[in-house]
């Protein structure tokens, strides 16, 4: 029997999560990195119970997300969604992971597989630098009902062909376990669920519709006249006062938005809600504070304001900075339009990047050639922080922290895949080979 929260519908962008029990916690884990997601979830005890979860929930959400293609391919076999679906998929870290602790105890020369392709399993035998030895995989359709799966393993198991079974179904691995048979579940890491959610909401009405929406925020300068007491003459306090309204400015300059000062020590600024989204890392970031604090000592309380209207998002900006200033400044909140709180946000840069701003195809394109969401997220916030796109293997082994050596692997993949492109060398001082410069070519649209 299925399991569901009885949580209301949401008011926000409404997400489906359809998975098992056992990746409830993970799932919530990793959706709170996504703000703008209210999720409904619905729990299974088996595969097959996803068509009539997902039939219950589609005219309520604006996506759903699967927690793997069986249960996904289950529901679009059998239902016409008019909603973007998506499912969570394996990278080979999972399987890697299961890999190894079947190998540790069973050996990796006899086992029983079933949901994953050969050339998947081939391919994580190749990277783990282990002998592929043929296994025995399930020759029908990934569809099949966990019954026939479970019967299909424990022949092989009985027979002798197979000492241990690797699968990608919850209840496969839960009927063998219950026989008594060794098994792994082949289960999604945090990084291949961000991922899934990153392409769901990119995927939702909502969010391109929000993109021009506009946002109000409110700066105020902490404890401003602490500090102008202890400068000797009125013009020092004045000069102060312009350079602290320069770097503000400038900070609003790079939201493409527009900068008023509201007299003493506050300031109001009007941006657009996608830049905003981009510029903070989606809502996490805001590194103008600890700018203000290293080069003058002082401190900001932020404030942000989402709204249906200008009116509406002003209200909501002038809520999250009083917020601010209760927890005793330094910090930033954010009210949406249903007069929710996101925050506080960090008010430094952060060192990764959300890749829910990222173009869908762009995404792909890095993912086929091998870029994996970690190491692109890295490369985006390096970007997007320092305004480049050009860099040597030396300083890309640093912004990835790896090896020279794997970044050079990681180099000529993106050369053929057409990402990157070398544009000269850079001659050092020592006698040494010139350092070839590589230009990011695929996230020059992200410089300003």
């Known amino acids: 029997m299925a399991e569901t929260n009885t949580a209301p519908f949401p008011k926000g962008i409404a997400i489906g999560i359809i998975g098992p029990e056992q990746l409830r916690e993970k799932m919530e884990h990793c959706l709170k990195g996504f703000p703008s997601f209210d999720p409904v979830t619905r729990l299974f005890s088996r595969e097959d119970e996803a068509p009539e979860l ?39 870290t999972g399987l890697y992971r299961a890999l190894f602790r079947i190998g540790r105890r069973f050996g990796l020369e006899e086992m029983s597989v079933d949901t994953l392709s050969k ?65 792994e ?40 006249d602490r500090l102008a007491k202890k400068k000797a003459s009125e013009h020092e306090v004045q000069r102060l006062k312009l350079d602290i309204h320069r770097m503000l400015l400038g900070y609003v300059e790079s939201l493409d938005g527009h900068l008023t000062h509201l007299g003493g020590n506050e300031y109001l600024f009007i941006t657009t809600r996608g830049i905003f989204e981009r510029e903070t890392g989606g809502y996490k970031s805001i590194p103008l504070a600890r700018v203000v604090e290293k080069y003058y000592g002082l401190s900001l309380s932020i404030g942000i304001g989402f709204g249906r209207s200008a009116n509406e998002a002003g209200t909501h900006a002038r809520l999250a900075l009083r917020n601010s200033k209760e927890s005793g400044g330094d910090i930033c909140f954010i009210v949406r339009e249903d007069k929710s709180v996101i925050g506080p946000l960090e008010m430094t840069h952060p060192h990764e990047y ?57 180099l000529l993949a993106w050369l053929d895949s057409g990402l990157i492109e070398i544009i000269g060398e850079e001659k050092g001082k020592s006698k040494g080979r010139p350092k070839q410069i590589y230009r990011l070519s695929f996230l020059s649209e992200l410089v300003r």
Do not use: C
């Open 185 to 224: 579940w082949v289960l999604p890491t945090d990084q291949d669920i961000i991922v899934a959610l990153e392409r769901s909401l990119l995927s939702t009405e909502s969010r391109r519709s929000k993109e021009s929406q506009i946002v109000v925020g409110f700066i105020h300068v902490d404890e401003f």
């Open 54 to 92: 997902a039939k219950e929930l589609m005219d309520h959400v604006e996506v759903i997300l699967f927690s793997g293609p069986v249960p996904y391919r289950m529901a679009v076999q059998k239902l016409n969604f008019k909603i973007p679906v998506h499912y969570v998929r394996l990278s080979g």
């Open 119 to 183: 050339q998947s399993v081939e391919r994580a035998f190749q990277e783990l630098g282990e002998p592929y030895k043929e296994l025995v995989h399930y020759p029908g359709s990934d569809l099949a009902a966990s019954g026939a799966l479970i019967d299909f393993h424990t022949e092989q198991v009985s027979s002798g062909k197979a000492k241990a079974v690797l699968t990608s179904v919850g209840a496969v691995s839960a009927g063998l376990s219950e026989k008594g048979i060794p098994n």
């Open 354 to 410: 959300d890749l829910s701003l990222i173009d869908a195809n762009l995404l792909k394109r890095a993912e086929e050639a091998g870029l994996t969401s970690g190491y692109l997220s890295k490369l985006v916030a390096h970007v997007t922080r320092f305004g480049k796109t050009d860099y040597t293997a030396q300083e890309l082994a640093t912004v990835l922290d790896v090896t020279v050596r794997s970044t050079h692997r990681f």
